[in-house]
């Protein structure tokens, strides 16, 4: 199982959850409708990458949120 499947199993409430790896940085894109300041979202990557990839030495950085419709 890899991230987007994570989030498509265990966060129904994230929709259209992109995870992608440029070659320095992890980002993940998703969809919702609570978690207007995206703190949420952050959190729950954050225990994802753990459970994947064990205890990380890096931040996390929130790059945007955007309102759609």
Known sequence: ???????R???PHENNVKCRFDGA????????????EGLNLMDEFS???????????GDLEL???ERIG
């Open 25 to 36: 940085r992890l980002w993940l894109i998703a969809e919702n409708d609570h978690d207007p």
């Open 63 to 65: 790059v945007s949120v």
């Open 1 to 7: 199982m890899d991230i987007e499947a994570a989030f």
């Open 9 to 11: 199993d265990s966060y």
């Open 47 to 57: 225990d994802n990458l753990c459970a994947f990839v064990g205890a990380f030495d």
